[in-house]
Nanobody, 130 residues
């Protein structure tokens, strides 16, 4: 009923920038972006998937220390789209990036992990070279 598709992954050099997008394709009236918490996760080679940004239904955001100040999550509910602006990229940011949705939801914190995110995209690859 709801499908998430990520766009924008690419290969960049250290210090570069990328903006990822996640489009929600909605085929049910039961789902509304306004009542959805969204997040970006990533899985680096040989590592577990980790959260890099969350944005709650009320617009509040949360980031881990590793990306705070470099990454910005935002949403456009009218366009059913989630964004992740990434700046000052380093090779440690190389990973497969996923968007995820928790519905219905009012507020989420990064420390809660993946639990509750029931809708996931297929991922988009970001590669940062030295």
């Amino acid at each position: 009923q709801v499908r998430l598709v990520e766009f924008g992954g690419d290969s960049v050099q250290t210090g570069g920038s990328l903006t990822l997008s996640c489009l929600a394709s909605v085929r049910t009236a039961a789902f509304t972006m306004e009542r959805t918490c969204l997040a970006w996760f990533r899985r680096a080679p040989g590592k577990e998937r980790e959260g890099v940004a969350t944005i709650s239904a009320d617009g509040s955001t949360d980031y881990p220390d590793s990306v705070r100040g470099r990454f910005t999550i935002s949403r456009d509910n009218a366009k059913n789209t989630l964004y992740l602006e990434m700046n000052s990229l380093t090779p440690e940011d190389t990973a497969l990036y996923y968007c995820a949705a928790d519905y219905p939801c009012r507020r989420r914190y990064l420390g809660e992990g993946e639990a509750g995110y029931t809708i996931w995209g297929q991922g988009t690859q970001v590669t940062v070279s030295a």
